[in-house]
């Protein structure tokens, strides 16, 4: 399949992207800093897959590493909104959170979770936040600067699992389970939303041949360490998989490749009470459903182009860095 990128070399979309350190939040970022259609303005680093204190230095070790030390790390949400620790998963991204990649200690000059307001203040509708962790921080910023947060041009959030099992529970994705309370209210209020769930991005494989094919052409060093961790994990809890899922770098390439996904509308509502069902997300397919008045509807993924996404992957990150 071919690729046109050239025509919109001059067009980049400004991205605010939420980040939780792990494998597939570095490989959406190396993605994001490779593509001529992408500019990142800020990167704002929770707790998730690892600790806050990992993903920011996570994010500035990459930064480091492609030679855009210039682009602000802002430090975000430490644990959920419930004021509970969180579950961190090192056995799927690794010590570290990237795979057999060990960071050298990166300088810990970050901003103020407050420097996102400038962000908002100066984007506005030609910002998109891409979110690709827990949802605590945008919850946050749609309880205190939810006039701020009503004139960003979209959102994209990864998360929740539809009609599907869960990742982490038999009903509910990483992400919602991770803070319940965050995605609930995320998905009642937040305006141009997109959801790019478990169920669509469980099929976004990178495989063995493709990283091998990155690692030639791979001057930061990075892919293969991150992917061969990561697809260890997967292989060993399904011998059949042919690929480790890249939930984060769907939702980025989302942003700019509208050809490549499918979509529906429904509203979302997440399960918030402890139980086997903390997390699940729920949505209402039916053709003939009442839309609620006590929140809003959103797009939600459902199927995307594997053709596309695999050679759109290759033509960016094989030229990058």
Same mark, same amino acid.
């Given at each position: ?15 605010? @992207?939420?980040?939780?350190? &792990? ?6 970022? %190396?993605? *994001? $800093? !490779?593509?001529?259609? =992408? +500019? ?48 961190? @998963?090192?056995?799927?991204? &690794? ?6 990649? %060990?960071? *050298? $200690? !990166?300088?810990?000059? =970050? +901003? ?53 099992? &869960? ?155």
């Amino acid at each position: 399949m071919d690729i046109h990128r050239g025509d919109v070399a001059a067009i980049k979309t400004n991205v605010l @992207f939420f980040f939780d350190g &792990g494998v597939d939040d570095a490989i959406a970022l %190396l993605y *994001a $800093l !490779a593509s001529d259609q =992408v +500019e990142i303005v800020g990167i704002v680093a929770d707790y998730g897959n690892m600790s806050r204190s990992i993903a920011v230095r996570n994010a500035r070790y990459l930064l480091q590493k492609t030679g855009r030390e210039e682009i602000p790390v802002i430090s975000g949400a430490e644990h959920p909104l419930s004021g509970a620790s969180p579950t961190f @998963f090192p056995q799927v991204h &690794g010590p570290q959170g990237l795979g057999y990649i %060990l960071p *050298a $200690l !990166a300088p810990t000059n =970050v +901003e103020n979770f407050a420097d996102v307001v400038p962000i908002l203040q100066r984007y506005q509708e030609q910002l998109v936040i891409v979110a690709a962790g827990r949802l605590t921080s945008l919850a946050v910023l749609e309880a205190v600067y939810g006039d701020l947060l009503a004139k960003v041009g979209r959102i994209f959030v990864m998360g929740g699992a539809f009609l599907v099992p &869960g990742n982490v529970t038999p009903v509910a994705e990483a992400n919602f389970h991770g803070d319940p309370l965050a995605a609930e209210a995320v998905m009642k209020q937040a305006r141009s939303l997109t959801v790019i769930p478990l169920n669509v991005t469980d099929h976004a494989l990178v495989t063995p041949e493709m990283a091998a094919e990155l690692d030639a052409d791979d001057r930061t060093g990075l892919i293969k360490g991150m992917f061969d961790f990561y697809y260890r994990f997967y292989k060993s809890k399904n011998p059949q998989i042919q690929g480790a899922p890249m939930h984060d770098l769907l939702t980025m390439m989302a942003v700019v490749q509208e050809p490549m996904m499918r979509y529906t509308t429904s509203p979302v509502w997440v399960e918030t009470q402890s139980g086997v069902a903390l997390g699940q997300s729920v949505g209402d397919f039916r053709p003939y459903a009442e839309r609620p008045t006590d929140r809003r509807s959103h797009r939600l993924a459902v199927s995307f182009d594997q053709e596309f996404f695999r050679a759109d992957l290759m033509s960016v990150l094989k030229s990058a860095f």
